[in-house]
């Protein structure tokens, strides 16, 4: 066919390839990192502010608390919510490092509770049954993997009954909306949460190079991350403090340096703009994808909870019968440089958690049958319709039965 010449004259290119995710920054971006550039504040200024303005819009969220990355809005969300030595955290096994990584930075105790099958995200029954069976926890983390908004509502019920904090991870979720009792909540708006985190990851749906942020409802945890942003310094501004001058500062608690840059945020709002245009094309990939695979026997294609308004960060899909199936297609693919990624090896397999916990190969099936099975292939914006055409007849071609 004629796409398959195009996309092998494109591949032939040494410096081109096709990978799970990649960023899509137009003259516009440009331009307002150049402006930034150009103005009085390089470090956290004006636009930063702008910034977490538009992300509280977007959410509803009362506060949004830009910082330099997600794991450091993972970490400051934990800060916030005092998790302290010995306390216990609970977030799900298919994930990035860092939702399980806050809580030890705290000193705290990390364990895993499996997640649904029929969602892939933390499972709320199991989590139940953790709490009454186990241990309350002090925090829980739910993630919305690939977008795939997790059950909040009951969490947060559960949050309730048992006094535990709940922090959404939706470092894959911006853009992503779920519904209950008939309304429409953001991922993000903290309805269903006493935090919410985002990640801006150049292979997340909106970026700033490397950037996250920490959104809220409560006025005193959003006083307490940003004083714990920079250092932990609380300043005294407008008035003379203990016969000391407006320059006059004290940390009474240890923290780090988790700012981000001004002319980042300004990529950040401006590419904001741009979430809808972003989220429909996402969106048309997936469906691409779908149209192809659903009625394949041998593929399960990624969830979508009846309810849910989903931009994808991800498109995982699953191979039916297991690793050596998968594992035949990720090289496939590999040999053509398209280049997928597998979100994710179970956090409690990593040596660092094995060691230290004696966690069990077994310890959450679902999750390790998920693992076994997931492929993410490509998925971007600028990813061409030819392009996913071609992803998609070099994995049919294959037997998968």
Same mark, same amino acid.
């Given at each position: 066919?004629?796409?398959?010449?195009?996309?092998?004259? +494109?591949?032939?290119?040494?410096?081109?390839?096709?990978?799970?995710?990649?960023? !899509?920054?137009?003259? %516009?971006d440009i331009a307002a990192v150049v402006t930034a550039l150009e103005s009085s504040f390089i470090t956290t200024g004006p636009a930063a502010t702008d910034f977490?303005?538009?992300?509280?819009?977007?959410?509803?969220?009362?506060?949004?608390?830009?910082?330099?990355?997600?794991?450091?809005?993972? $970490?400051?969300?934990?800060?916030?919510? $005092?998790?302290?030595?010995?306390?216990?955290?609970?977030?799900?096994?298919?994930?990035?490092?860092?939702?399980?990584? &806050?809580?030890?930075?705290?000193k705290g105790r990390v364990d895993f509770v499996d997640i649904d099958p029929e969602t892939l995200c933390l499972s709320f029954e199991k989590l139940d049954d953790y709490c009454r069976n186990h241990e309350i926890p002090k925090v829980v983390i739910p993630v919305d993997f690939a977008g795939i908004p997790?059950?909040?509502?009951?969490?947060?019920?559960?949050?309730?009954?048992?006094?535990?904090?709940?922090?959404?991870?939706?470092? $894959?979720?911006?853009?992503?909306?779920?519904?209950?009792?008939?309304?429409?909540?953001?991922?993000?708006?903290?309805?269903?949460?006493?935090?919410?985190?985002? *990640?801006?990851?150049?292979?997340?749906?909106?970026?700033?190079?490397?950037?996250?942020?920490?959104?809220?409802? %409560? %006025?005193?945890?959003?006083?307490?991350?940003?004083?714990?942003?920079?250092?932990?310094?609380?300043?005294?501004?407008?008035?003379?403090?203990?016969?000391?001058?407006?320059?006059?500062?004290?940390?009474?608690?240890? *923290? *780090?340096?988790? +700012?981000?840059?001004?002319?980042?945020?300004?990529?950040?709002?401006?590419?904001?703009?741009? !979430?809808?245009?972003?989220?429909?094309? +996402?969106?048309?990939?997936?469906?691409?994808?779908?149209?192809?695979?659903?009625?394949?026997?041998?593929?399960?294609?990624?969830?979508?909870?009846?309810?849910?308004?989903? &931009?994808? $960060?991800?498109?995982?899909?699953?191979?039916?019968?297991?690793?050596?199936?998968?594992?035949?297609?990720?090289?496939? !693919?590999? *040999?053509?440089?398209?280049?997928?990624?597998?979100?994710?090896?179970?956090?409690?397999?990593?040596?660092?958690?094995? %060691?230290?916990?004696?966690?069990?190969?077994?310890?959450?099936?679902?999750?390790?049958?998920?693992?076994?099975?997931?492929?993410?292939?490509?998925?971007?914006?600028?990813?061409?319709?030819?392009?996913?055409?071609?992803?998609?007849?070099?994995?049919?071609?294959?037997?998968?039965?």
């Open positions: 066919m004629e796409f398959h010449k195009q996309v092998v004259r +494109r591949l032939e290119n040494p410096e081109y390839w096709i990978s799970y995710g990649r960023q !899509l920054i137009d003259e %516009d977490e303005k538009a992300l509280s819009r977007l959410t509803g969220a009362k506060h949004a608390i830009v910082c330099s990355n997600g794991t450091a809005a993972l $970490h400051l969300a934990c800060i916030g919510l $005092h998790v302290h030595e010995h306390n216990l955290g609970i977030t799900s096994p298919i994930t990035f490092l860092s939702s399980a990584n &806050c809580v030890e930075f705290c997790a059950n909040l509502p009951a969490i947060w019920m559960l949050a309730h009954k048992y006094g535990f904090k709940v922090i959404e991870d939706a470092a $894959h979720s911006i853009g992503s909306s779920y519904q209950f009792d008939g309304q429409e909540y953001q991922c993000g708006s903290c309805t269903h949460s006493d935090a919410a985190i985002f *990640s801006f990851h150049p292979v997340k749906t909106i970026t700033t190079g490397e950037g996250g942020a920490v959104l809220t409802n %409560d %006025d005193e945890l959003a006083n307490r991350i940003r004083m714990m942003r920079s250092h932990g310094m609380k300043r005294y501004p407008d008035l003379v403090h203990k016969n000391e001058g407006q320059w006059y500062y004290e940390i009474e608690e240890l *923290s *780090s340096n988790f +700012r981000i840059t001004d002319f980042q945020c300004a990529l950040g709002l401006s590419q904001l703009k741009k !979430l809808s245009i972003f989220k429909s094309r +996402r969106t048309e990939i997936v469906r691409q994808y779908n149209n192809a695979f659903a009625e394949n026997p041998n593929l399960i294609i990624p969830p979508e909870p009846v309810g849910s308004s989903i &931009c994808y $960060h991800l498109y995982p899909l699953r191979f039916v019968n297991g690793a050596s199936t998968r594992n035949k297609i990720f090289q496939k !693919l590999n *040999s053509y440089k398209i280049h997928c990624q597998i979100h994710y090896i179970p956090v409690y397999w990593q040596p660092y958690y094995r %060691d230290k916990y004696y966690f069990p190969t077994g310890k959450c099936p679902n999750a390790e049958i998920y693992y076994s099975q997931c492929l993410s292939l490509p998925l971007y914006p600028a990813l061409k319709n030819d392009e996913v055409d071609f992803i998609i007849e070099k994995i049919l071609e294959e037997n998968l039965g």
